[in-house]
């Protein structure tokens, strides 16, 4: 199938040829057609599956077809819960709109920036991608309304709600038109997803792609016993020994992200750090940096295991390991994308063969772990 054949204008053929859109992703295939027909669609597919074009095309084409003025009254609406995110969907949806011949004004918006350049930027704005904090923001300060949404896009839904979204979702929801239609796309289906999908979602289509649990099976594990003193050499040692390039790092808190990407650096590795404490003009720079290869390691917390589709990312590394093995699955789930390899390294103590094995069983996948106690590590 091709993307002819899901009911997109003829205009977008066009568009889509010259940015290499050639065969539609399953949730591509299954979304576009019941979004351009107004269904509203609950959509569980791991972050890499083209999720963001199967309402980004949807959304554009119904844009388009708008006519008149929208002053600050905003039509389509999509919320994302981290600023990396917010980037990232705004990147597509823009490389799309810039092939089409009709102009349609997307604006993204979040926090960690002045917010006066987007309340000047707001006017007759069509498409608007928003962190809840930020759209909150602006609609204090009267720089756009809400109550004319035609069409409400929830991405990563179920994180937003996991990162203590509720007060601020409930705050916008209370805003909205009550005629409307609502489209939601998660990784996971949890159950404070499901009590959204009640009251969000009428008659909904529910779309459901292969789980990043059974992706973690196209993925290279291995992992290595060894104690918390011997962490920091034996990321140095591995990273220098294979020459390892793209090396995205998960630590638990953003302090440890800071003292890991320092010790990098001061053992000759480009390593940077980013995490929720970060300014936003480093994160931004960060992520660009390693996106690009330029950047040969980057330490994080779980800030980027959701969301983020870092395209040909070859190894992960769990220099500490999460709480939930379901976070443990989202973080190696950035690696081994598509026909691309990956490696997933975890880094697991004696204290932790329990809760290992509780991540294993989760994932369905049995991971050998190395001893690392006799790896010469003198000098790293």
Known sequence: MSFNELG?????????????????????????????????????????????????????????????????????????????????????FQSIENELPARIKILTVHGGVSINPQMIAMQNVHILIATPGRLLDLIDHKALQIAEIELL?????????????????NRILEQLPKRRQNLLFSATLSEDLNELTNVLLKDPKVLKIESETQSADLIQQSGYFVTDERKGPLLRYLIKKDNLQQ??????????ADKVANKLQKNGIDAASIHGKKSQGARINNLKRFKTGELQVLVTTDLLSRGIDIEF????????????????????????????????????????????????????????????????LHGY
Do not use: C
């Open 313 to 376: 990312l070859p190894y992960v590394i769990n220099y500490e390991l999460p709480r939930s093995p379901k976070d443990y699955v989202h973080r190696i789930g950035r690696t081994g994308r598509a026909t691309s390899p990956g490696q997933a390294i975890a880094f697991v103590t004696r204290e932790e063969i329990h809760h290992f094995k509780v991540i294993q069983k989760k994932m369905g996948t049995w991971v050998d772990l190395v001893e690392s106690g006799a790896f010469d």
């Open 153 to 169: 896009i929830l991405d990563e839904a179920d994180k937003m709600l996991n990162l203590g979204f509720k007060d601020e979702m």
């Open 8 to 92: 997109l204008p003829v205009l977008f053929n066009k568009a889509l040829a010259k940015l290499n859109y050639e065969t539609p992703f399953p949730i591509q295939k299954e979304a576009i057609p019941l979004a351009i027909k107004g269904n509203d669609i609950l959509g569980i597919a791991p972050t890499g599956s083209g999720k963001t074009a199967a309402y980004a095309l949807p959304a554009l084409a119904k844009a388009m077809q708008f006519k008149g003025n929208l002053d600050r009254k905003i039509k389509q609406l999509i919320l994302v819960p981290t600023r990396e995110l917010a980037m990232q969907v705004g990147e597509v």
């Open 247 to 256: 090396v995205l790092v998960f630590t638990s808190s953003a302090v440890k």
